[in-house]
């Protein structure tokens, strides 16, 4: 058995996996074995047993959240839906999985749908990722001529038809809720939970949305056990991870790794540390709408808990980081910028309070700030900052590396503020 | 009823309520903006921002939204905390952001709930140093403004228009800080609820133009409680005035009526007191033909002496009972009718039995509980408007019943429309041709009138007999439903719909209890003067050959054809707008309007209410009862004849006692028509002279003209606005409710007449006329906007009347031998052919406007097709300037 079940297709092979190569991988077993010959409930006790936590990056445990998925009564749909809108400024994981190996997602939203009795499924991808849209949907076909999706699959009574659906493009869409909305066509406003989209989820019927990465390690916890699965990680999470690490390393990329894995070895073993003539000063841990993270906590290993206890979160796992000759406050007005761009527009603090933000940052950053700026960023980061205060996540997200870098970074603010310019030189 | 500590203080909830409503309904202020009390909650603007506690020892709590929180038993909320405040003070400082600074030339100012919010939160000082959004600003039509500047983004706009109203043209558009209200293009918005977008609006970016063209500030105006004189459904309204002109119409919160939202005819109907077409002083005609100006007083001598010949009064449907009753009183019952035609005078004898039977009448309000309606040739939108938003209502409740079963609160309106989708409670619509409401109908039915009524009575005997067809299925929809509704009325001018309906009804309450009958009447008053009197008969009084006649603000001449006034001597005419009958009077008084009179209506569910004047009448202009009580008989005032109505009349008892009368004071005083916040009395004339003068007594009611009076405390029936310290917008009604949502605290408006006891046997069909070419059926087809003489004469309302058209299916067109836009005439009536397969085999649809009257009596063979014709480029929209700017 692999310890990167993930990429095990992936790695040291140049093409994609099509569905011959998958199958004769050992792809399509765990389906083989469980449709129609294992009941859901025992496939759902596995999956909690296992305790995967959704790698979209709020961590909360799969199995415990398709246990709020109500039981079946009568014949309306139920839906599985795979959140594949990576948007997320930084992280590039997802877009991996589907385009080299398309089958893996497939297979492990089959087990899925299987396990919540969905019948129709939906992988709402990312406009920009065409090579991953034509795979999957080529995978899908595939598979379907190939009795694993569609009507009675592998001749059991269960049936699980699965769509490729392209976002037009925004950022919230990744919100789950969003992407129900937006997958129904409507504005791509969040809802309000509850009611969660187990009860009422698109169009209004019972609904699992998982991230990509989630729904991949369905199919090999399904296939190896809950055991082996909790034995891969280092720490309390069991199972692997993909990272990643964008910025000035010297080799950016991603990689499986056990989840637990530390920061340093991240950095320094897989990314081959900073690029030369370059000092880690920071970074965010795990995508854009995280808490930026300092050198002094490199050694803390990359999970849910331990990043939370470090002050910020695992998030996606793929770091975005910043270097000694980049200017924070530049990065943070960057990032503040795209995040009060893709506002739904909906709630007040969102909507209003990121573009003054932004406009607070763009001055500070052009050397026209003043010190009551800062007040006024101290007290928008926690007004907009705090889950509840918003309709959804996206801004409390967004307010995370600007709240971490005023902690982090305040001097170089004040420097900005008071120097009535960056003190960075920008490099071309 | 759980108990819930806010603050520490304990307070008793409503089981149901979210918290907002629970805080509003116990008299803790709270401001808000997306939440609204007929709407429900969705989270948007988090104005509503409360600490909640998650258990007795949590002393931190966190920021709920307290439109979003069901109250449980013992839960614990802070409304005054300083994280509570000063989150609520950041909301509003981040609304402002790019809330333009024009409050002194914002129509909203003054009224204006952002106002009212920002002072309540205190926020006061602005920190963004950047540039402020703007947006383009659209033509929306004649009856509503945009400036989008001002929004602030709370979303109640599209989901009122869109989510309440139905309707479809108006959006949000956009993302970020840069979000659109408004419709793809500019044009004229297509709804006929479009005018409470100006109060649903929390600002100013939609205004109301009919007000805008001669703005006045809010606490200028001059207002009173009156009904609505659009139709019979009694919706009550603030009518508003300045220099003695009504400037505006603004709903009046009913519980049982029209609750939160008017129609746009009612709301911009109303203008039709500012016509140049009202009659300013007596007349007189002279012996070339030509009227001569006469002082009221000759008038009236030289009428009195023509009340000794032979003398008929006919009276009419919109005029108030008191008048009627005066007519009747001067003329003596024998020789008093109600001024409504044969066909009018039986339908509205059919619905004045429903009414007095034991069948289920609901109010307007309580249509929207019923489960299953059945709607019977009645053109709900155009002809009873304001009930089609309660029918739009009406059929969620299959939704509200799933969210229940799911365990979503009501008020979670996203949530409930999110889980309902498209799910629908029954609505099934019998009509001639396509109608406003099909798009939230189940099943639609495209029959001629008479093939209705045939319907109807085979869904009756459907109703015991299983055999399929369509009308069993009809009948099986509606015994599946907790709740049937029929819903008729009279815009097809059939009595036998209006028979075959309640018939219906009762058929379906002696299986349903719960079934309910409503019924539409024809206008304001229908109903009352059907209870006044229902058997005189004009065409009869008229046959007599009276010396004199008088006619009570009637336009008895396209009424009933002109030719029956065509020997009368002595044509008298009461009324306060120039119409064919005041233009063949030989003598004219001119009446006062409803803007300028006390007057008592009776809707069509029987409620007697009360309407007050809300300014006093020019010089010369006179209330028609009060000139009929100067012709003789008895000088009475308003409740004077309210008393006389009551005495006379039985079922018109509560009539004297639906509002108090003009002795009633609080504290001695009376009630101020304009709030104490006016500026500008002493200015109003100081062009003309600096001395104030003295201001009119009111002697007919309890209100006192401008501003010296009581505010506070009046009762519903009379209170003339409403106003609460810290509230000077709409929004204030809540603090003279008993609860969200519930009865005014302060008394009922009006009086329910009918107690409905008598057993209905059921009525006997009279034969179907059937029409001399047995081919086809003229029907004239009411418009909202074109079929109501008095709004007609709003200048706004007169532009979106439609031009004559003549609807038709292909098949019925073809065997007139005329195509899709062709001309068809009938005499001086050109009217421009639209093929229409919605249309019912057999039927010719044409628009009731002024000057299509003579096709009420025209037949198909009378029609000839019109050579050489250019046909307008769409006849249903009339031309309208398309922006503000080209003129």
Same mark, same amino acid.
């Given at each position: 058995m692999t310890d990167k079940p993930l990429t095990k297709n992936i790695i040291g092979f140049d093409g994609h996996t099509d569905l011959a190569r998958y199958e004769s991988l050992g792809g399509y077993a765990a389906v083989r074995k469980t449709i129609g010959r294992t009941d859901p409930d025992a496939v759902l006790e596995l999956l909690k047993d296992a305790n995967l936590r959704g790698r979209g990056g709020a961590g909360f445990p799969t199995g415990m959240k398709w246990s709020f998925v109500p039981k079946k009564e009568g014949n309306g749909h139920r839906y599985l839906v795979a959140n594949a809108d990576e948007m997320e400024p930084g992280t590039f994981k997802d877009r991996l999985l589907m385009e080299k190996d398309p089958h893996q997602l497939i297979e492990g939203m089959i087990l899925s749908a299987y396990t919540i009795s969905a019948d129709v499924g939906y992988i709402f991808i990312r406009g920009e990722y065409h090579v991953a849209i034509a795979r999957l949907q080529e995978a899908i076909n595939a598979a379907t001529a190939s009795g694993l999706l569609g009507e009675h699959i592998l001749d059991s009574e269960f049936s699980f038809r699965l769509h490729v659906h392209v976002s037009a493009g925004r950022y919230i869409c990744g919100e789950e809720t969003a992407l129900l909305n937006s997958l129904e066509g409507k504005r791509a406003t969040p809802r309000a939970k509850p009611p969660f989209p187990q009860v009422s989820g698109l169009w209004g019927r019972p609904t699992i949305v998982n991230n990509v990465e989630t729904l991949c390690n369905v199919t090999h916890i399904v296939a190896n056990g809950a055991d082996w699965f909790k034995s891969l990680g280092l720490g309390v999470d069991g199972g692997t991870k993909l990272f990643g690490a964008s910025g000035r390393v010297a080799r950016p990329g991603c990689w499986e790794l056990p989840m637990g894995t530390p920061i340093r070895e991240i950095l320094e073993e897989h990314a081959g540390g900073m690029a030369e003539g370059y000092q880690l000063k920071g970074f965010l841990p795990g995508g854009a709408s995280t808490d930026f993270l300092t050198p002094e906590h490199l050694d803390v290993p990359m999970e849910y808990e331990t990043v939370m206890q470090a002050g910020s979160r695992m998030g996606t796992g793929t770091m975005i980081i910043l270097d000694d000759r980049s200017c924070a406050v530049g990065m943070i007005a960057n990032l503040e910028k795209f995040f009060a761009r893709e506002s739904c527009g909906f709630c007040t603090p969102c909507r209003e309070g990121l573009p003054w933000v932004q406009e607070i940052l763009d001055r500070i950053e052009a050397g026209n700030g003043e010190p009551d700026d800062m007040d006024v960023l101290e007290r928008q980061s926690q007004f907009i900052g705090a889950i509840g205060n918003t309709h959804c996540a996206h801004a409390p997200g967004a307010m995370e590396p600007l709240a971490s870098g005023l902690k982090y970074f305040r001097d170089e603010f004040i420097t900005h503020i008071e120097g009535k310019a960056c003190p960075y030189q920008r490099e071309v | 009823m759980p108990t819930i500590f806010v603050d520490d203080r304990a307070i008793e909830a409503k089981t149901g309520d979210n918290l907002l409503e629970v805080l509003l309904s116990n008299g803790i202020d709270v401001p808000y903006f997306c939440w609204h009390p007929a709407m429900g909650s969705v989270g948007a603007c988090r104005q509503c921002a409360v600490v909640g506690y998650a258990n007795p020892d949590d002393t931190r709590g966190r920021i709920i939204m307290s439109c979003m929180t069901p109250v449980t038993e013992g839960a614990r909320f802070s409304v005054q905390s300083d994280n509570a405040s000063s989150f609520r003070n950041s909301v509003v400082e981040n609304l402002m952001l790019n809330h333009p600074h024009d409050c002194p030339v914002c129509e909203e100012g003054g009224e204006c709930h952002l106002q009212d919010m920002t002072v309540m939160v205190g926020h006061s000082d602005r920190r963004y140093k950047g540039l402020k959004t703007t947006f383009r600003n659209q033509y929306l039509g004649p009856l509503i403004g945009h400036e989008m500047n001002r929004c602030i983004t709370c979303y109640r706009c599209v989901r009122y228009y869109q989510?309440?109203?139905?309707?479809?043209?108006?959006?949000?558009?956009?993302?970020?800080?840069?979000?659109?209200?408004?419709?793809?293009? $500019?044009?004229?918005?297509?709804? !006929?609820?479009?005018?409470?977008?100006? &109060?649903?609006?929390?600002?100013?970016?939609?205004?109301?133009?009919?007000?805008?063209?001669?703005?006045?500030?809010?606490?200028?105006?001059?207002?009173?409680?009156?009904?609505?004189?659009?139709?019979?459904?009694?919706?009550?309204?603030?009518?508003? !005035?300045?220099?003695?002109?009504?400037?505006?119409?603004?709903?009046?919160?009913?519980?049982? =009526?029209?609750?939160?939202? *008017?129609?746009?005819?009612?709301?911009?109907?109303?203008?039709?007191?500012?016509? $140049?077409?009202?009659?300013?002083?007596?007349?007189?005609?002279?012996?070339?033909?030509?009227?001569?100006?006469?002082?009221?007083?000759?008038?009236?001598?030289?009428?009195?002496?023509?009340?000794?010949?032979?003398?008929?009064?006919?009276?009419?449907?919109?005029?108030?009972?008191?008048? #009627? &009753?005066?007519?009747?009183?001067?003329?003596?019952?024998?020789?008093?009718?109600?001024?409504?035609?044969?066909?009018?005078?039986?339908?509205?004898?059919?619905?004045? /039995?429903?009414?007095?039977?034991?069948?289920? =009448?609901?109010?307007?309000? /309580?249509? /929207?509980?019923?489960?299953?309606?059945?709607?019977?040739?009645?053109?709900?939108?155009?002809?009873?408007?304001?009930?089609?938003?309660?029918?739009? @209502?009406?059929?969620?409740?299959?939704?509200?019943?799933?969210?229940?079963?799911?365990?979503?609160?009501?008020?979670?309106?996203?949530?409930?429309?999110?889980?309902? @989708?498209?799910?629908?409670?029954?609505? =099934?619509?019998?009509?001639?041709?396509?109608?406003?409401?099909?798009?939230?109908?189940?099943?639609?039915?495209? *029959?001629?009138?008479?093939?209705?009524?045939?319907?109807?009575?085979?869904?009756?005997?459907?109703?015991?007999?299983?055999? $399929?067809?369509?009308?069993?299925?009809?009948?099986?929809?509606?015994?599946?439903?907790?709740?049937?509704?029929?819903?008729?009325?009279?815009?097809?001018?059939?009595?036998?719909?209006?028979?075959?309906?309640?018939?219906?009804?009762?058929?379906?309450?002696?299986?349903?209890?719960?079934?309910?009958?409503?019924?539409?009447?024809?206008?304001?008053?229908?109903?009352?003067?059907?209870?006044?009197?229902?058997?005189?008969?004009?065409?009869?009084?008229?046959?007599?050959?009276?010396?004199?006649?008088?006619?009570?603000?009637?336009?008895?001449?396209?009424? *009933?054809?002109?030719?029956?006034?065509?020997?009368?001597? #002595?044509?008298?005419?009461?009324?306060?707008?120039?119409?064919?009958?005041?233009?063949?009077?030989?003598?004219?008084? $001119?009446?006062?309007?409803?803007?300028?009179? !006390?007057?008592?209506?009776? #809707?069509?569910?029987?409620?007697? @209410?009360?309407?007050?004047?809300?300014?006093?009448?020019?010089?010369?202009?006179?209330?028609?009862?009060?000139?009929?009580?100067?012709?003789?008989?008895?000088?009475?005032?308003?409740?004077?004849?309210?008393?006389?109505?009551?005495?006379?009349?039985?079922?018109?008892?509560?009539?004297?006692?639906?509002?108090?009368?003009?002795?009633?004071?609080?504290?001695?005083?009376?009630i101020a028509r304009m709030t104490h916040r006016a500026s500008g009395r002493t200015a109003m004339l100081a062009n003309v002279s600096v001395h104030e003068p003295q201001q009119p007594l009111d002697t007919e009611s309890p209100l006192a003209f401008t501003m010296e009076g009581n505010q506070a405390r009046a009762p519903a029936s009379l209170r003339p606005y409403t106003w609460s310290p810290g509230w000077n917008s709409n929004q204030s009604i809540h603090k003279f409710q008993d609860e969200v949502g519930g009865p005014d605290k302060s008394g009922a408006t009006g009086i329910r007449l009918f107690t409905g006891s008598t057993e209905l046997t059921g009525f006997e069909l009279s034969e179907f006329e059937l029409s001399e070419e047995a081919d086809a059926d003229l029907i004239g087809q009411v418009h909202i906007f074109g079929s109501d003489e008095l709004s007609n004469e709003a200048a706004e309302l007169s532009t979106l009347i439609p031009q004559p058209y003549a609807r038709m299916s292909s098949a019925t067109a073809a065997s007139l031998k005329v195509s899709h836009q062709d001309g068809l005439a009938f005499g001086d009536i050109i009217m421009t052919v639209l093929v229409d397969d919605e249309v019912a085999e057999r039927c010719v649809v044409y628009p009731i406007t002024p000057g299509t009257e003579a096709l009420e009596s025209a037949r198909l063979s009378g029609l000839q097709k019109v050579a050489g014709y250019t046909a307008p480029a769409d006849p249903l929209r009339p031309s309208l300037i398309t922006t503000d700017r080209t003129s």
């Amino acid at each position: 058995m692999t310890d990167k079940p993930l990429t095990k297709n992936i790695i040291g092979f140049d093409g994609h996996t099509d569905l011959a190569r998958y199958e004769s991988l050992g792809g399509y077993a765990a389906v083989r074995k469980t449709i129609g010959r294992t009941d859901p409930d025992a496939v759902l006790e596995l999956l909690k047993d296992a305790n995967l936590r959704g790698r979209g990056g709020a961590g909360f445990p799969t199995g415990m959240k398709w246990s709020f998925v109500p039981k079946k009564e009568g014949n309306g749909h139920r839906y599985l839906v795979a959140n594949a809108d990576e948007m997320e400024p930084g992280t590039f994981k997802d877009r991996l999985l589907m385009e080299k190996d398309p089958h893996q997602l497939i297979e492990g939203m089959i087990l899925s749908a299987y396990t919540i009795s969905a019948d129709v499924g939906y992988i709402f991808i990312r406009g920009e990722y065409h090579v991953a849209i034509a795979r999957l949907q080529e995978a899908i076909n595939a598979a379907t001529a190939s009795g694993l999706l569609g009507e009675h699959i592998l001749d059991s009574e269960f049936s699980f038809r699965l769509h490729v659906h392209v976002s037009a493009g925004r950022y919230i869409c990744g919100e789950e809720t969003a992407l129900l909305n937006s997958l129904e066509g409507k504005r791509a406003t969040p809802r309000a939970k509850p009611p969660f989209p187990q009860v009422s989820g698109l169009w209004g019927r019972p609904t699992i949305v998982n991230n990509v990465e989630t729904l991949c390690n369905v199919t090999h916890i399904v296939a190896n056990g809950a055991d082996w699965f909790k034995s891969l990680g280092l720490g309390v999470d069991g199972g692997t991870k993909l990272f990643g690490a964008s910025g000035r390393v010297a080799r950016p990329g991603c990689w499986e790794l056990p989840m637990g894995t530390p920061i340093r070895e991240i950095l320094e073993e897989h990314a081959g540390g900073m690029a030369e003539g370059y000092q880690l000063k920071g970074f965010l841990p795990g995508g854009a709408s995280t808490d930026f993270l300092t050198p002094e906590h490199l050694d803390v290993p990359m999970e849910y808990e331990t990043v939370m206890q470090a002050g910020s979160r695992m998030g996606t796992g793929t770091m975005i980081i910043l270097d000694d000759r980049s200017c924070a406050v530049g990065m943070i007005a960057n990032l503040e910028k795209f995040f009060a761009r893709e506002s739904c527009g909906f709630c007040t603090p969102c909507r209003e309070g990121l573009p003054w933000v932004q406009e607070i940052l763009d001055r500070i950053e052009a050397g026209n700030g003043e010190p009551d700026d800062m007040d006024v960023l101290e007290r928008q980061s926690q007004f907009i900052g705090a889950i509840g205060n918003t309709h959804c996540a996206h801004a409390p997200g967004a307010m995370e590396p600007l709240a971490s870098g005023l902690k982090y970074f305040r001097d170089e603010f004040i420097t900005h503020i008071e120097g009535k310019a960056c003190p960075y030189q920008r490099e071309v | 009823m759980p108990t819930i500590f806010v603050d520490d203080r304990a307070i008793e909830a409503k089981t149901g309520d979210n918290l907002l409503e629970v805080l509003l309904s116990n008299g803790i202020d709270v401001p808000y903006f997306c939440w609204h009390p007929a709407m429900g909650s969705v989270g948007a603007c988090r104005q509503c921002a409360v600490v909640g506690y998650a258990n007795p020892d949590d002393t931190r709590g966190r920021i709920i939204m307290s439109c979003m929180t069901p109250v449980t038993e013992g839960a614990r909320f802070s409304v005054q905390s300083d994280n509570a405040s000063s989150f609520r003070n950041s909301v509003v400082e981040n609304l402002m952001l790019n809330h333009p600074h024009d409050c002194p030339v914002c129509e909203e100012g003054g009224e204006c709930h952002l106002q009212d919010m920002t002072v309540m939160v205190g926020h006061s000082d602005r920190r963004y140093k950047g540039l402020k959004t703007t947006f383009r600003n659209q033509y929306l039509g004649p009856l509503i403004g945009h400036e989008m500047n001002r929004c602030i983004t709370c979303y109640r706009c599209v989901r009122y228009y869109q989510d309440y109203a139905g309707g479809n043209d108006l959006a949000a558009f956009g993302s970020r800080d840069r979000v659109f209200f408004g419709r793809a293009e $500019p044009g004229l918005l297509d709804n !006929e609820f479009s005018g409470n977008l100006v &109060e649903v609006c929390p600002t100013g970016v939609f205004t109301d133009k009919t007000l805008s063209k001669h703005y006045t500030r809010k606490w200028d105006l001059q207002s009173s409680p009156t009904v609505c004189q659009a139709c019979s459904l009694g919706c009550n309204t603030y009518t508003s !005035e300045r220099y003695g002109e009504v400037r505006r119409v603004h709903n009046r919160y009913h519980n049982e =009526v029209n609750g939160y939202f *008017l129609c746009d005819r009612g709301r911009f109907g109303a203008q039709h007191v500012n016509s $140049p077409r009202r009659i300013p002083r007596a007349g007189m005609r002279n012996a070339d033909g030509l009227y001569e100006p006469v002082s009221i007083p000759d008038a009236l001598d030289k009428v009195k002496a023509l009340l000794n010949g032979k003398v008929i009064g006919i009276g009419s449907p919109r005029a108030s009972l008191e008048s #009627n &009753e005066a007519l009747r009183q001067l003329v003596g019952p024998d020789q008093y009718c109600n001024g409504m035609t044969s066909t009018e005078r039986e339908m509205h004898g059919v619905i004045l /039995e429903v009414l007095a039977s034991n069948l289920n =009448v609901p109010s307007m309000m /309580e249509v /929207e509980t019923f489960d299953a309606i059945l709607v019977v040739g009645e053109d709900v939108t155009n002809h009873a408007p304001r009930l089609a938003l309660s029918i739009r @209502q009406a059929v969620r409740n299959i939704g509200q019943q799933l969210a229940a079963d799911t365990g979503i609160s009501q008020w979670h309106d996203a949530a409930v429309r999110e889980l309902e @989708q498209d799910e629908k409670s029954p609505l =099934v619509i019998l009509s001639p041709m396509t109608d406003r409401l099909d798009d939230i109908a189940s099943d639609t039915h495209r *029959l001629a009138p008479n093939d209705i009524v045939s319907m109807v009575k085979q869904i009756i005997e459907a109703i015991d007999d299983n055999k $399929p067809s369509h009308a069993r299925d009809i009948a099986s929809t509606l015994l599946a439903a907790k709740r049937p509704l029929i819903v008729s009325g009279t815009s097809l001018r059939s009595a036998n719909i209006l028979k075959a309906s309640a018939n219906l009804a009762a058929a379906l309450a002696s299986k349903n209890p719960g079934t309910g009958i409503f019924l539409c009447a024809s206008e304001v008053n229908s109903i009352g003067v059907a209870m006044i009197d229902n058997t005189g008969n004009a065409e009869d009084l008229l046959g007599n050959k009276p010396e004199t006649v008088i006619v009570l603000e009637n336009d008895i001449d396209t009424r *009933l054809g002109g030719s029956l006034l065509d020997e009368v001597q #002595n044509l008298v005419v009461i009324d306060a707008m120039d119409n064919p009958t005041a233009s063949r009077s030989s003598i004219v008084l $001119p009446a006062a309007s409803f803007a300028e009179a !006390e007057g008592t209506f009776v #809707n069509n569910e029987g409620r007697a @209410q009360r309407s007050m004047a809300t300014f006093a009448p020019a010089e010369h202009i006179t209330p028609g009862y009060q000139l009929l009580s100067a012709l003789g008989g008895d000088q009475l005032s308003a409740s004077g004849w309210q008393q006389k109505l009551a005495a006379e009349h039985a079922l018109l008892a509560g009539v004297a006692t639906c509002a108090p009368d003009e002795q009633f004071r609080i504290e001695g005083s009376r009630i101020a028509r304009m709030t104490h916040r006016a500026s500008g009395r002493t200015a109003m004339l100081a062009n003309v002279s600096v001395h104030e003068p003295q201001q009119p007594l009111d002697t007919e009611s309890p209100l006192a003209f401008t501003m010296e009076g009581n505010q506070a405390r009046a009762p519903a029936s009379l209170r003339p606005y409403t106003w609460s310290p810290g509230w000077n917008s709409n929004q204030s009604i809540h603090k003279f409710q008993d609860e969200v949502g519930g009865p005014d605290k302060s008394g009922a408006t009006g009086i329910r007449l009918f107690t409905g006891s008598t057993e209905l046997t059921g009525f006997e069909l009279s034969e179907f006329e059937l029409s001399e070419e047995a081919d086809a059926d003229l029907i004239g087809q009411v418009h909202i906007f074109g079929s109501d003489e008095l709004s007609n004469e709003a200048a706004e309302l007169s532009t979106l009347i439609p031009q004559p058209y003549a609807r038709m299916s292909s098949a019925t067109a073809a065997s007139l031998k005329v195509s899709h836009q062709d001309g068809l005439a009938f005499g001086d009536i050109i009217m421009t052919v639209l093929v229409d397969d919605e249309v019912a085999e057999r039927c010719v649809v044409y628009p009731i406007t002024p000057g299509t009257e003579a096709l009420e009596s025209a037949r198909l063979s009378g029609l000839q097709k019109v050579a050489g014709y250019t046909a307008p480029a769409d006849p249903l929209r009339p031309s309208l300037i398309t922006t503000d700017r080209t003129s």
